[in-house]
């Protein structure tokens, strides 16, 4: 059982920068491929960034590589993503997601989600 709490969600001027990060409970988290997803009002939930176990492997969206990166820390338990020159179309509640497989884009493939966290991109 794993349980994900994200936070640092907030608003940010386009061309600006915020970080998210996702901690988790739990005692095998280096076992778990983690995930960024966001959806938009009206959207279906969408991959955003998604990094293996170790944290040796990344994957990104086409919409956010080169401006968003995923990184994680196995001894802290946390999972980040840091968003650079963010654009208002990147606006969006964020969830990390956890999966024993992965790392994927495919949401149904989680097992294990946070609530979500706010990024408002102003223009």
């Known amino acids: 059982q794993v349980q994900l709490v994200e936070s640092g969600g907030g608003l940010v001027q386009a061309g600006g920068s915020l970080g998210l990060s996702c901690a988790a409970s739990?005692?095998?988290?280096?076992?778990?491929?983690m995930a960024w997803f966001r959806q938009a009002p009206g959207k279906e939930r969408e991959f955003v960034a998604a990094?293996?176990?170790?944290?040796?492997?990344?994957d990104y969206a086409d919409s956010v590589k080169g401006r968003f990166t995923i990184f994680r820390d196995n001894v802290k338990k946390t999972v980040y993503l840091q968003m650079s020159t963010v654009k208002p179309e990147d606006t969006a509640v964020y969830y990390c997601?956890?999966?024993?497989?992965?790392?994927?884009?495919?949401?149904?493939?989680?097992?294990?989600w946070g609530q979500g966290t706010q990024v408002t991109v102003s223009s």
């Open positions: 997601a956890a999966d024993l497989s992965g790392p994927l884009r495919d949401p149904t493939k989680y097992d294990y």
């Open positions: 739990g005692r095998t988290f280096s076992r778990y491929a």
């Open positions: 990094i293996s176990g170790s944290g040796r492997s990344t």
